[in-house]
């Protein structure tokens, strides 16, 4: 397999597609408005993300196959990688697509990037609940960001009345039994990660879809499905739309109590799926349709530029010290969010996922989507949510996906301070239920 920060040599940046490079840059530049890489020429910004690499031995330097994944276009992607191919694919239940592209069609670039907020737009503009289009699209980076690009049969988002099913080559790196509950990510594509990372969309903590099983449930959807297929060593997540057919339990409800020390919008790992008979078959299903309707376009991709890939393999160097060449900014995430070892500690600080409603996540999105907004934006939505009900400090971490600390220091205080908001007990500030209420005569003054 390919490592992601394989140098190649003779692709530069004429081998760049510099609209999605701009994009790129546009959103770095929103995200991190300070941050000194907005000011570095188009080559050094590159080599900075990992984008662009050099070989120091030999002095020589091009894109990173990360680089050429994200920012390039597909006709030169294959030149490198002839099994490459992005899908995504929508129907009313029917055989019949009523919406479909790939990164074959010519229309756009074809990469990576681009494949992403194509999609993201899509998703925002079909699905009416945030907190539903914010996990599919964290199952759709987490896809992105773990595929073997050098895999056969492509990256696929098929979209059914019912459910969406993701689909791309590659096996877990961690064990099934673990991936919706491990802390620990396992990457496969270290640099493509670096990327996103950078954009704030994903994180290496690798609690990203134990964050959306936790809203599939809130939801009351069916427990996400997981299957891997290791003869056509493909990795396929199927996420339902279909409510639970028989009720949840009380004792199972206070199973689903937890702990919001797993701050962060990450999408790393996913967890083993309790197969039902009902569920494999679905899934064995999707599998074999999925190869025999693509299997005419997979075999035209699979020749589909033979002569070009096989250039020189000594020119298709790699640099293995460049593989630390910037630990400093490889290391972006050492330090992930982490509540105070007392308050870890501290079984108290679980939240019951039966008192958050489905409108506080909503009014919550924002805050969890873009993990830099103004004091004012984050203000608003903090009174928004008291507005509904009292909340618990415990309570705005999980929703805003904030540290307590955190969130009390630089908005709870202030908004106390202001009279905008008040406490449930003010003469014992630290009662166990202590919460958080909207000062209605605030208004009235």
């Given at each position: ?9 003779h692709y530069g940046l004429n081998e760049l597609n510099f609209d999605t490079i701009k994009s790129y840059r546009d959103r ?347 004091p004012n934006q984050m203000e608003h939505i903090i009174l928004d949510l008291c507005k509904e009900k009292p909340l618990m400090l415990k309570e ?50």
């Amino acid at each position: 397999m390919l490592q992601d920060n394989l140098i190649l040599e003779h692709y530069g940046l004429n081998e760049l597609n510099f609209d999605t490079i701009k994009s790129y840059r546009d959103r770095f530049a929103e995200v991190k408005p300070a941050h000194p890489w907005n000011a570095l020429e188009t080559k050094e910004f590159l080599y900075k993300v990992g984008a662009w690499g050099k070989v120091r031995d030999t002095h020589k330097e091009g894109v990173t196959l990360a680089g050429l994944l994200l920012f390039s276009e597909e006709r030169i992607i294959t030149e490198v990688l002839p099994q490459y191919f992005l899908e995504y694919r929508e129907s009313k239940g029917n055989e019949e697509w009523t919406e479909r592209f790939t990164s074959q069609d010519g229309t756009w670039s074809g990469n990576i990037f681009d494949f992403y907020f194509h999609i993201h737009e899509i998703v925002r503009n079909s699905e009416p609940q945030p907190s539903i289009a914010s996990s599919l699209t964290e199952v759709l980076i987490n896809m992105l960001i773990h595929a073997d690009y050098n895999g056969e049969g492509g990256v696929i988002l098929e979209k059914q009345p019912s459910h969406y099913v993701f689909s791309n080559p590659g096996l877990l790196l961690v064990p099934t039994d673990s991936v919706f509950s491990n802390t620990v990510s396992q990457l496969r594509n270290p640099n493509i990660v670096k990327l996103f990372s950078l954009l704030g969309l994903c994180e290496r903590s690798g609690s990203g879809l134990k964050k959306v099983k936790q809203n599939w449930s809130l939801h009351h959807y069916k427990t996400p499905a997981i299957d891997q297929d290791v003869s056509m060593h493909r990795t396929v997540v199927m996420l339902s739309l279909s409510t639970q057919e028989r009720q949840v339990s009380s004792s199972e409800k206070d199973t689903y109590n937890t702990a919001i020390a797993d701050s962060g919008n990450n999408f790393k790992d996913v967890e083993k799926y309790q197969n039902t008979p009902e569920n494999d078959v679905e899934i064995d299903s999707y599998i074999k349709n999925e190869y025999s309707y693509n299997k005419e376009l997979i075999e035209e991709l699979n020749s589909y530029n033979n002569d070009d890939n096989s250039f020189n393999k000594e020119e298709y160097s790699y640099n293995k010290e460049s593989n630390s060449y910037n630990n400093d900014d490889n290391s972006y995430n050492n330090n992930p969010i982490s509540y105070n070892k007392e308050q870890g500690e501290n079984s108290s600080n679980s939240v019951n996922v039966e008192n958050i409603d489905t409108k506080l996540w909503d009014i919550a999105a924002l805050a969890r989507e873009k993990k830099r907004l103004s004091p004012n934006q984050m203000e608003h939505i903090i009174l928004d949510l008291c507005k509904e009900k009292p909340l618990m400090l415990k309570e705005f971490a999980y929703l805003l996906e904030r540290t307590p600390d955190g969130v009390r220091n630089n908005y709870l205080t202030k908004l106390l301070r202001k009279g905008q908001l008040q406490l449930k007990y003010p003469n014992q500030p630290n009662h166990p239920k202590q919460a958080y209420l909207f000062n209605k005569k605030d208004i009235e003054k």
